[in-house]
């Protein structure tokens, strides 16, 4: 090979390692993925062309070994992510941080003697509210945020950037069944309470002992299911017209309130 195939090569390589559209992290194409999911480098989530042929049976196998998401996305899609780049049908998401297990949370506060605080994420879709959340809990001690598999922002660049770099310190763990979480939460002795709109001024309800605060999604809150297996529900007194705060906002809110408390028992 000579020295110009040689150059030529390296600047593809580069292109299917850059930057998407959004910002995030991309490794794009066939090739650069397989090798990715092989090394065990950090990767969120694969996005594969549910169209595409050949060597995507192998991609999804790999991935799916390694434990990482798999979602579908269609060729206009991979498109606009690459910003351009040759994907082949094909794109991974490099996570900013490894996650974490519920587990591993719960042992934590164990060996520092704490009770558990941790926080649920119901559908938090939007990377911004996730990482100032992160930002938020690591500030105010809890042992960690806990997520969905699906239908969630995941640890990417921007939430990364959001969090100030909070998620380096504060442990994630991704779960495929949020509800299951919670029923092996509850049996640990964990009371889970949840924040809607028609639960108790957050105030007159004690949030000492074990705890595990839900924050439901942007626009619909925490799905029907979830809030039913919630032991208490909190609400924020709304005195403007404007009935509602952004998630990470009305988070921030009970997670401190949490830690009046604690402080108040310790």
Not at 144 to 170: C, D, F, H, Q
Not at 196 to 213: H, I, T
Request: with cysteine; net charge neutral; hydrophobic share 40%.
């Amino acid at each position: 090979m000579m020295q110009g195939d040689r150059m030529k090569n390296y600047d593809n390589d580069k292109k299917n390692n850059d930057k998407g559209r959004d910002g995030l992290q991309l490794i794009v194409g066939r090739n650069p993925v397989t090798e990715a999911l092989k090394s065990g480098k950090l990767i969120d989530t694969v996005f594969v062309d549910p169209d595409a042929k050949g060597s995507i049976a192998n991609i999804v196998r790999l991935a799916k070994q390694n434990g990482i998401v798999v979602k579908q996305a269609r060729g206009e899609k991979l498109d606009r992510m690459s910003a351009g780049a040759s994907h082949q049908g094909v794109a991974a998401m490099v996570a900013c941080a490894e996650y974490s297990t519920v587990e591993k949370m719960l042992e934590d506060a164990a060996a520092k003697g704490e009770d558990p605080f941790l926080i649920i994420c119901d559908e938090i879709e939007d990377p911004h509210n996730l990482g100032a959340i992160i930002r938020t809990a690591e500030t105010a001690g809890a042992h960690g945020v806990i997520i969905p598999e699906r239908r969630s922002a995941s640890l990417n660049a921007t939430v990364y950037k959001t969090s100030a770099g909070a998620v380096s310190w504060m442990p994630v763990a991704r779960v495929k069944n949020l509800a299951a979480c919670i029923d092996d939460l509850k049996k640990q002795g964990v009371w889970i309470y949840g924040t809607d709109g028609s639960g108790e001024d957050y105030r007159s309800v004690s949030m000492k002992g074990a705890m595990a605060l839900v924050v439901g999604s942007e626009g619909f809150g925490m799905g029907r299911l979830i809030k039913d297996k919630c032991d208490f529900l909190l609400s924020l007194p709304m005195k403007g017209r404007i009935n509602s705060l952004n998630a990470s906002v009305a988070a921030g809110i009970f997670m401190y309130e949490a830690v009046r408390q604690r402080q108040e028992q310790g």
